[in-house]
């Protein structure tokens, strides 16, 4: 398996990690809820995904929910110094798998002890404040629940803050109330809506961190990206994680999987380069889609 440093590191918060990280969303059971399917197996690709170089990882105690930030625990706990965990607080579950918004200063003062003594930590390194809605970002204040986390930041609970599922005005706003040190946001190679933002946040040296680079719950179909993963003799995910490296250098990469061997492909898509001339074809997939 190939060591991820060719893939370079950026800021988060105080700390500079790898380009490449972990998503843990996908260790949970179907749809996110209840247990794994192999328990040992999720366990082995966490432990897996750190020993190649991986040194952040992407939860939430609403996976399972406690699940992921459990096995992490089990798997990973003393957890090495150099490991960043990224957690989201704005939602919890309920007994049928829904989603429940959770977005007032109880809710959120619970997450984050739910976070801390699910992960066996005294701090969290990096809480995402997620909002919105299933399909994407909706407009409104964010005032209140950020001011709560930042008032549990100020107790030295959070160190850094981050935004989740977010529009452009909401991120300005955030940036009022306290220091945001990275985005994580609906993006790929179809999904181009955030090119603008990106771009902004990259001269603030703020991290964003896009999620769905295949692209959803519906997986991308592309006869450009099927034709480029022949000639690269990679996989669509690599080829897809690849280019997101190449567009911009303030972004972190979350692919999850409960498989070690698309761990194995995920890692591996640091090697893989892409030629200017394709980096114009994949270019043009979110062209056709946004236009």
């Keep these: 398996m ?44 966490l432990r897996q995904a750190v020993a190649n170089g991986v040194d952040h990882i992407d939860t939430s105690d609403f996976y399972g929910p406690h699940v992921t930030n459990r096995l992490i625990r089990e798997a990973l706990h003393p957890y090495p110094d150099n490991l960043v965990i990224v957690t989201k607080l704005g939602a919890v579950r309920g007994g049928d798998a829904s989603w429940i918004p959770a977005l007032t200063a109880a809710d959120l003062t619970r997450g984050v002890h739910d976070n801390l003594r699910n992960l066996a930590v005294d701090v969290l390194d990096v809480v995402n404040l997620r909002v919105g809605g299933i399909h994407g970002p909706s407009d409104g204040s964010i005032e209140a629940p950020l001011t709560a ?10 160190r850094h803050l981050g935004l989740s599922n977010v529009t452009p005005a909401q991120l300005q706003e955030g940036r009022r109330i306290a220091k945001i040190v990275c985005v994580q946001n609906h ?15 990259a ?21 450009t990206l099927s ?42 898509a640091t090697d893989l380069a892409i030629p200017d001339d394709i980096v114009t074809e994949l270019d043009a997939v979110g062209r056709r889609n946004v236009g």
């Excluded at 993006?187 to 946040?201: G, V």
């Design 187 to 201: 993006y790929n190679l179809a999904h181009r809506e955030d090119d603008a933002l990106i771009d902004a946040l």
């Design 227 to 268: 034709d480029v993963t022949k000639r690269l003799d990679a996989t669509p995910m690599q080829v897809a994680l690849a280019w997101l490296l190449h567009r911009s250098a303030n972004i972190l990469l979350i692919p999850g999987t409960s498989s070690i061997e698309h761990l194995r492909e995920n890692l591996d």
């Design 2 to 45: 190939t060591d991820i440093n060719a893939a370079g590191v950026f800021s988060l918060g105080d700390r500079s990690v790898r380009r490449l990280g972990y998503g843990a969303m996908q260790l949970a059971g179907p749809g996110v809820f209840g247990p794994p399917k192999d328990h040992g197996v999720a366990l082995t690709v």
């Design 149 to 158: 986390l930042a008032e549990l930041q100020r107790q030295g609970l959070i």
């Design 203 to 223: 001269a603030d040296g703020i991290a964003y961190v896009p999620f769905f680079p295949l692209g959803g719950f519906t997986p991308l179909q592309s006869s």
